[in-house]
């Protein structure tokens, strides 16, 4: 099992950009799918997006769709989630999330891995 670690996240201005890092140890990295969701205190989880193990498809919430990219970069063993163009709603709790082998997963319990999340504030 791989285990996660975030980096990234903090303060920014509506309508900036925002990189998330999701840095993976273990072996087989290439094998894992690896989420995004976000939480905040006074909403459900919410998908945000995924990239999917041995390609470079992704796919996305159509709340994000056009302004998020997941990205990897296998040689590093990490996962990029690049946010532009951030709104004040989007202000949560972001989570990279490992699950080996699956084709897709846009819910929590399509994951077993989890990184320990970082908080991303879009101020007005």
């Known amino acids: 099992q791989v285990q996660l670690v975030q980096s990234g996240g903090g303060l920014v201005q509506v309508g900036d950009s925002l990189r998330l890092s999701c840095a993976a140890s273990?072996?087989?990295?290439?094998?894992?799918?690896i989420g995004w969701f976000r939480q905040d205190p006074s909403k459900e989880s919410e998908f945000v997006g995924a990239?999917?193990?041995?390609?470079?498809?992704?796919d996305y919430a159509d709340s994000v769709r056009g302004r998020f990219t997941i990205f990897r970069d296998n040689a590093e063993n990490t996962v990029y989630l690049q946010m532009n163009s951030l709104k004040p709603e989007e202000t949560a709790v972001y989570y990279c999330?490992?699950?080996?082998?699956?084709?897709?997963?846009?819910?929590?319990?399509?994951?077993?891995?989890w990184g320990q999340g970082t908080q991303v504030t879009v101020s007005s």
């Open positions: 990239i999917i193990w041995g390609t470079t498809n992704t």
């Open positions: 999330a490992a699950d080996q082998f699956r084709v897709r997963g846009t819910r929590l319990s399509d994951y077993k891995t």
């Open positions: 273990g072996r087989s990295f290439a094998t894992y799918t």
